[in-house]
Every structure is written in C-alpha cells, then in structure tokens.
C-alpha cells in the first residue's frame, strides 16, 4: 500500500440518548489505514460502519462525542477543524457518496449546476470551463447524452442515473479519497455491479482511495482491496478481499454463512449469539 491518505488510530465515538446525560457508545477504539487502495467496511445493521464514515467527514450530529488517538488525512488534523477548513477539504479532499440520490440531489436545482457545484467552491475555473469539465465527467461515469443529462432535474432520471450523477459531482474535483456508504443499495444487482466497477475504476485512474461501506460480503469480495469487519462498534476482523469467504472468526463465518441464495431458499439461514461463539 502507498503512504495512507486516511489514518483512523482509536477513534471512539458515543451519543448522549434523549436524557441528554447518558452515552452510547457506537465506535469502540477502531483503528484503520486509506490509501490508494480499496477498503471496504462491513456488518450488520448498527455494527457502526457509517458512524465510522460520518465521523470521517465531520457529519455527525451535535450529540456525538468523537475522540481519538489520531484522525488525519494527510496533514489535517480532522479533530481540530472549524467549519471554514471542513468547507475546504470536503469536496476537494473527501468525497461522500450517499446511498439514495433521491436523498442527495436537490430537485430544484438542474444537473449541471450540482455537478459544479465544487468546481464553484475550489477552483477559479471559468463558467465555460466548469461546464466542459462537468460534461466529460458526465461522459465518464457513463451517462447517454451528457448534454441532455446537464440540463435535467433529478426528478427525470432513474436510480441508477442518479447514482452516477453523484458520483460525478464527487470526483469532479479529484478528491483524494471517496467514501461511499451503501452506494447500491437502492439498485439491482447488474447496476450495483456497475457503480462499483465505476467508482473503482475512476479512483485508479486519479490514483485515488476508495473507503466502501457495505453490508454485502459477496459483493466486496470481488471489489475490495482489503475488508474490515464492524461487530458492536468494533472491528473484530481484517482480510484481503479475496480471503473473506475463508475467515476463521466467528463473525466473519455467520454473515458469509447468512447470505440469502437460491440455495438458501426456504431454510432458516444461520444466527450468530450475541457473545461471538458459534452458530446454532
């Protein structure tokens, strides 16, 4: 791996619940490395992946305690930055990518103009030239008739239009790193396959990171570089992709195991107890 963009060294994460006194804790001292590279975070539902995610993009909500040994990408000191250097570094370092565009994309604001949108807060391009450079990122994420899609609402494309879209307007100013949290899984499986073939292939060629939030263990065993498996705020798993299906921790084994298939058809698929021993 070349020099991490990302370093994560015990980051802790707690909500107050709604008394406004008590925690709960989320992230429990996770450490982790970004860079050029594709790493992929899995688990299930409340395992933490997003909260991981959020705090690495300063998006976590005022009830939120982060704390940690190291958080920084490059030289920025994550924990350190006011809104003025998190306007700076979203959008030109980081990217996020969001699970559902429908959530993501303004509907009274035209493609183009969101595209844009960081080529108007980080560069002093020209209107001319912001234009041009959202057309051939449109062409590039493989949209038909980038002119046509420019000039749309979000409301006139599908899901999976949508999803290149956003893409588009994240890598348009050649972060360094994107995070994209569940970004298929609002679409079927030969586009899920397709966004992330997309987004692999456009951070190789910027020489970018890809940080995947997935809940879907087949599917990054094909895409990710390394996975890093979440259990109650933990990571209590670390393998190449390709070694996933292989894993001899009892976490790892029940979610590969309780992938839903043809085969599985009206079985009961295996349920992991809660104290990480094993399957019933």
Do not use: C
């Not at 860079?35 to 976590?60: C, D, H, P, Q, Y």
């Not at 250097?85 to 993501?104: E, I, K, Y």
């Not at 595209?115 to 041009?132: C, G, N, Y």
């Amino acid at each position: 791996m070349t020099e991490p963009f990302l370093e994560v060294r015990d980051l802790n994460v707690r909500f107050r619940d709604e008394s406004g006194f008590a925690s709960v804790p989320a992230l429990d001292d996770i450490s982790f490395v970004v860079g050029a590279e594709r790493v992929a975070l899995v688990g299930e539902s409340g395992s933490g992946k997003s909260t991981a995610a959020r705090a690495v993009m300063g998006l976590l909500p005022p009830s939120a305690k982060v704390a940690a040994k190291n958080l920084r990408f490059g030289p920025a000191d994550l924990l350190s930055l006011d809104h003025a250097g998190w306007n700076a570094l979203r959008g030109s370092g980081m990217g996020f990518v969001l699970q559902d565009p429908r959530f993501s994309l303004n509907p009274s604001r035209r493609i183009g103009w969101q595209v844009e949108e960081a080529l108007r807060l980080h560069t002093r391009l020209t209107r001319k030239e912001r234009r041009e450079r959202a057309l051939d990122m449109l062409s590039a994420v493989g949209l038909p008739s980038p002119l046509r899609i420019y000039e749309s609402f979000p409301g006139e494309l599908s899901g999976g239009m949508g999803q290149r879209v956003m893409i588009a307007a994240m890598m348009i100013n050649r972060p360094k790193l994107l995070i994209a949290d569940e970004p298929t899984s609002a679409l079927d499986r030969d586009l899920r396959d397709q966004i992330l073939d997309l987004m692999g292939r456009l951070t190789a060629e910027q020489g970018a990171g890809l940080l995947l939030i997935s809940h879907d263990l087949q599917q990054v065993t094909r895409f990710a570089d390394r996975v890093l498996v979440l259990y109650r705020g933990k990571i209590v798993d670390e393998r190449r992709g390709h070694e996933l299906s292989h894993s001899d921790h009892p976490y790892t084994r029940t979610l590969w195991a309780a992938r839903p298939s043809a085969a599985t058809y009206g079985t009961r698929l295996p349920v992991l107890r809660r104290d990480l021993g094993t399957m019933p």
